[in-house]
């Protein structure tokens, strides 16, 4: 298992800087693709449903930041981590919460740019919240007639805690790299909002119809459709 997980890291460290010259590159045909989606959003339904829950979220965390720093919110961080650690092979070892100082994880192996990042891309709680989804679809045969209000809730709290963590001190960014990090962290972000939105509006078909648009905006966007 360490060889294969030294071997993923070599990979996923080859394709670093390919990875984040992508993502300077979808940055905008990604924006402009989820303005869109944003767009079709504003209707009733959507801003009772979902955008009143995450401005909500939003304007509590800001009025009280340091929620950001909760023992809630460093489970969810550390757990990211340790969600793209087994993602990519790699052995646990420790989990350590401490509010007044944070959390640390720890695991077998070198590590890679993919598992320090993942809390500032990556909606933890949220895609927990699709999975429990499924299971309800499985045995409902639709989903509850709150889930706009739950994802308005899921999402505006990944939004508010992720800015609140993005700052020059951040110590996954030294991990990562911070001209990388730079890079990585506006498009990579941008995707998995559009994701999300796309979801919203016509679940599982809706994310990959997303990333084929995605695909042929971009290709326009450098000349090449």
Known sequence: MNKISLIID????FLKWPVGILMLLVIVPAFQLDCMLIKKMMNMQYLLNFFLPFAAVVIFFLIMPSLSGSFFAIVEHELTHML???????????LDINQDV???????GKGNWLIALAPYFFPTFTFVLMAGLVGYVAIYGKLPDY???LFGIFIGYHFIVTLFEIHPKQTDFEVAGPIFSICFIPGSNLLIYGMLFAYLQKGWLGMAAYYVQLWHRSLTLIGLA
């Open 10 to 13: 070599r990979v996923i460290d």
């Open 84 to 94: 793209f650690a087994v993602l990519t092979l790699h052995k646990p070892k420790g």
């Open 102 to 108: 944070g959390g640390s994880f720890s695991f077998v």
């Open 147 to 149: 889930h706009l209000i």
